[in-house]
């Protein structure tokens, strides 16, 4: 990539600083923006009404009720009853309790300001505070994407392209439950961007900590450990350099550490549901026993190929434009930069290289520090594609800086296509906020 495509997308304010600043401004205007078009929609009859069934229409107006009413939607239905009650039923188990625990925190909070009511009263106004504790995840927006602006910036040592990254962040391609919803999307890509960013920085210990707290909230946090092995043990024998027993060991330690959460979630419903009890759910003598992929098969139908059905054609198409781009960006890197890196380490330094730019420069692009992203994504990928309902990737996709990093490539590459992908992100989100305001898929 020539430097002169690079120019082009430089802005006015050419520092990182005025970057931030700039950042800060447009991510509180499109963060507002989304939560005015989803609250607005939701106003416009509903094709599902089970949202009235738990906070009821009145017929004086309340503010309070009109926004929780409008984050009540699909998965934030298990988040607020694990919120309210715990866990009750088997299938809320495919659900972690980060996000119930923030909403429950923010309704025991303010219900220590109000006033005594009535108890029918109460039990409407506590629905409505565990809900509208959702909306802290709109607070996560601004630190998300700094943080996404200063691991790109150190990624490819580019202020043009952390910017440009950033910006295209600000168009998701699932607004509401990256921005404001209570979904587990935006703590745990806040989480996941500053541990990368960690990571980047050899920061270990502070990227496992995210890590770790990243699994409280989406069980395929656990990958990002993957992150850690990657720069303690693999890069540096794609270096050739010689790892220490130690760092080894140092490695797994860090791994289990942020994978640590998960294992006990497994582990507490395993104490629950398979010890001291007569009847043993089927999934307890499974190898190895795991209450979340049993749930995740039985009521979602999770599993290779099972979602590959002429009836679920529409949502393939749906997640068809950020699964083309992650495909397209992690096989290109995959093909001009991981392989010739394997076939230089096993065959000797004069027998593979990659394609240098004019300067006989790596190409931005295809550095060798965005391989663990490029792994990342493409395992992602080919799950959601293969064995998970796919139009997920949607949700995250949108979490991932790869995402962003590919968009980025295509407009300074192929400037139409690039220009595709931003119109298509700029429609599909404003579609997508409205579909989500009257309850259409997708989730």
Request: net charge positive; glycine share 4%.
């Amino acid at each position: 990539m020539s430097s002169r495509r690079i120019h082009t997308y430089r802005m006015q304010v050419c520092q990182p600083r005025d970057h931030r600043r700039f950042l800060i401004v447009l991510t509180t205007a499109t963060t507002l923006l989304t939560l005015l078009l989803t609250v607005t929609s939701s106003q416009l009859p509903l094709f599902d009404s089970s949202p009235n069934a738990l906070l009821p229409s009145s017929s004086a107006f309340s503010l309070r009720r009109m926004f929780a009413s409008a984050l009540l939607r699909w998965d934030a239905f298990h988040f607020a009853h694990i919120a309210r009650e715990g866990y009750v039923y088997e299938h809320e188990w495919a659900f972690f309790p980060g996000v119930p625990c923030v909403m429950q925190a923010w309704a025991v909070l303010t219900q220590l300001v109000q006033p005594p009511m009535q108890p029918s009263e109460s039990a409407l106004r506590e629905w409505e505070d565990i809900l509208l504790g959702g909306l802290i995840a709109s607070l996560l927006s601004i630190p998300s994407v700094l943080a996404l602006y200063d691991l790109t910036l150190v990624q490819f040592s580019s202020p043009a392209i952390a910017l440009l990254a950033s910006l295209l962040s600000l168009l998701p391609s699932s607004p509401v439950t990256l921005r404001i919803a209570g979904y587990s999307e935006p703590f745990f890509s806040c989480l996941s961007y500053v541990g990368m960013l960690c990571c980047a920085r050899k920061q270990w210990l502070l990227a496992t900590c995210c890590f770790a707290l990243a699994t409280i909230f989406r069980s395929n946090a656990i990958f990002l450990a993957g992150f850690i092995a990657w720069g303690l043990v693999v890069e540096p024998l794609l270096s050739r350099q010689k790892v220490p027993l130690r760092r080894v060991l140092y490695a797994s330690a860090l791994c289990s550490l942020a994978c640590a959460f998960f294992v006990y979630h497994q582990y507490h419903a395993y104490r629950i549901f398979c010890t001291g009890t007569a009847a043993r759910a089927r999934w307890c003598d499974a190898v190895p026993p795991s209450i979340y992929t049993y749930v995740q098969a039985k009521y979602w139908n999770v599993g290779f190929l099972r979602y590959w059905t002429l009836q679920q054609l529409p949502n393939f198409l749906l997640g068809a434009p950020p699964l083309l781009l992650l495909f397209t960006f992690t096989l290109r890197y995959v093909r001009l930069a991981l392989i010739p890196r394997l076939i230089t380490l096993a065959l000797g330094p004069t027998s593979v290289s990659g394609p240098p730019n004019h300067n006989g420069a790596q190409p931005p692009f295809l550095s060798p520090s965005i391989a663990p992203h490029v792994i990342h994504a493409l395992i992602h990928a080919l799950l959601l594609l293969f064995a998970s309902h796919t139009q997920i990737v949607l949700r995250l996709a949108a979490s991932m800086p790869l995402t962003y990093w590919a968009a980025a490539w295509l407009l300074v590459e192929w400037p139409a296509l690039g220009k595709l992908w931003v119109d298509w992100s700029v429609i599909w989100g404003a579609v997508s906020c409205v579909l989500w305001g009257v309850f259409l898929p997708p989730a």
